[in-house]
């Protein structure tokens, strides 16, 4: 993120640890004061330029990624943090084949990122990588021209959903977006007033839009233009419905991680990542 330390860098690791009861590894996106990461956001932005930041985020998740001891590669990026992630994701899709990719999964927080790229899988019915979600603060202003404004032109290939807390504000790592969204605690009362137990309703335009640039995407990329009209569509589709008036911890895979939880891996397809929805909560 933005001006982050190494102190600082060390305080998220460290609540990130004790929410999900796992080892955590960080990697520091080193700070050159508001106005200097500013202007390094907009550089990598604007021309995709891979800083030091981004080489040395590339060099640590290609070596993880093509261990054959690592199953599961669990990504989590706050701000600047999230642009940096793309771009390095942009550079290990075009140097590990989909099967070391798909083991990453990958959340976001505040993501500053006007793109994440996540290429059809051989059938033509997802993304490689199967699970990514962005969280963000309707009122915090970095993701305003961030993934936000990506969800408005689905060219962008912003993939993954996003859940945005419709009354949410700030853009701290710990403070408002951990500390509000996921709360320290093996178990969240069901009647605890947090984002994780705020209802969800889905975006159905956005969600059409970009479910339509998935489908167009593939016919384009089969040889013969005749690809699946509708990667998933009747389970992204039918998620409209079925996850609407749902809790957010039952919708979100991140939440499943909590207090030293697994996902269940039986969750049915409308709960997984199309790869097309944005989710709000109220």
Same mark, same amino acid.
């Given at each position: 993120?933005?001006?982050?330390?190494?102190?600082?860098?060390?305080?998220?690791?460290?609540?990130?640890?004790?929410?999900?009861?796992?080892?955590?590894?960080?990697?520091?996106?080193?700070?050159? +004061?508001?106005?200097?990461?500013?202007?390094?956001?907009?550089?990598?932005?604007?021309?995709?330029?891979?800083?030091?930041?981004?080489?040395?985020?590339?060099?640590?998740?290609?070596?993880?990624?093509?261990?054959?001891?690592?199953?599961?590669?669990?990504?989590?990026?706050?701000?600047? +943090?999230?642009?940096?992630?793309?771009?390095?994701?942009?550079?290990?899709?075009?140097?590990?084949? =989909?099967?070391?990719?798909?083991?990453?999964?990958?959340?976001?927080?505040?993501? =500053?990122?006007?793109?994440?790229?996540?290429?059809?899988?051989?059938? +033509?019915?997802?993304?490689?990588?199967?699970?990514?979600?962005?969280?963000?603060?309707?009122?915090?202003?970095?993701?305003?021209?961030?993934?936000?404004?990506?969800?408005?032109?689905?060219?962008?290939?912003?993939?993954?959903?996003?859940?945005?807390?419709?009354?949410?504000?700030?853009?701290?790592?710990?403070?408002?977006?951990?500390?509000?969204?996921?709360?320290?605690?093996?178990?969240?009362?069901?009647?605890? =007033?947090?984002?994780?137990?705020?209802?969800?309703?889905?975006?159905?335009?956005?969600?059409?839009?970009?479910?339509?640039?998935?489908?167009?995407?593939?016919?384009?990329?089969?040889?013969? @233009?005749?690809?699946?009209?509708?990667?998933?569509?009747?389970?992204?589709? @039918?998620?409209? +419905?079925?996850?609407?008036?749902?809790?957010?911890?039952?919708?979100?895979?991140?939440?499943?991680?909590?207090?030293?939880?697994?996902?269940?891996?039986?969750?049915?397809?409308?709960?997984?990542?199309?790869?097309?929805?944005?989710?709000?909560?109220?």
């Amino acid at each position: 993120g933005w001006v982050c330390s190494s102190y600082g860098l060390e305080q998220n690791c460290r609540q990130l640890a004790e929410i999900f009861r796992r080892p955590i590894t960080g990697i520091q996106n080193r700070t050159f +004061g508001l106005i200097g990461d500013l202007l390094e956001c907009i550089i990598q932005r604007t021309f995709s330029y891979n800083t030091y930041d981004v080489r040395v985020a590339y060099d640590y998740l290609k070596k993880v990624l093509v261990d054959p001891g690592v199953q599961k590669v669990v990504l989590i990026c706050h701000s600047q +943090g999230a642009i940096v992630a793309s771009l390095a994701l942009d550079m290990l899709f075009a140097d590990l084949p =989909a099967k070391q990719m798909a083991k990453f999964e990958i959340y976001t927080f505040g993501s =500053a990122a006007d793109h994440f790229s996540n290429p059809l899988n051989n059938t +033509g019915t997802g993304g490689v990588i199967r699970h990514i979600e962005h969280y963000v603060n309707k009122n915090d202003p970095v993701p305003q021209w961030g993934v936000l404004r990506s969800l408005s032109n689905p060219k962008n290939k912003c993939a993954g959903r996003v859940f945005i807390c419709g009354d949410g504000r700030g853009h701290l790592f710990n403070q408002h977006y951990l500390s509000q969204m996921f709360p320290l605690g093996a178990e969240i009362s069901p009647s605890r =007033a947090c984002f994780v137990n705020h209802t969800v309703s889905v975006d159905k335009r956005i969600m059409e839009a970009r479910h339509q640039f998935v489908c167009q995407e593939a016919k384009r990329l089969t040889p013969n @233009g005749d690809g699946p009209s509708s990667p998933s569509g009747t389970a992204a589709r @039918g998620a409209i +419905g079925f996850l609407t008036g749902m809790l957010v911890r039952e919708v979100s895979r991140l939440s499943q991680y909590m207090a030293g939880r697994e996902p269940d891996a039986d969750r049915p397809p409308e709960m997984r990542d199309s790869g097309r929805l944005a989710t709000s909560s109220k």
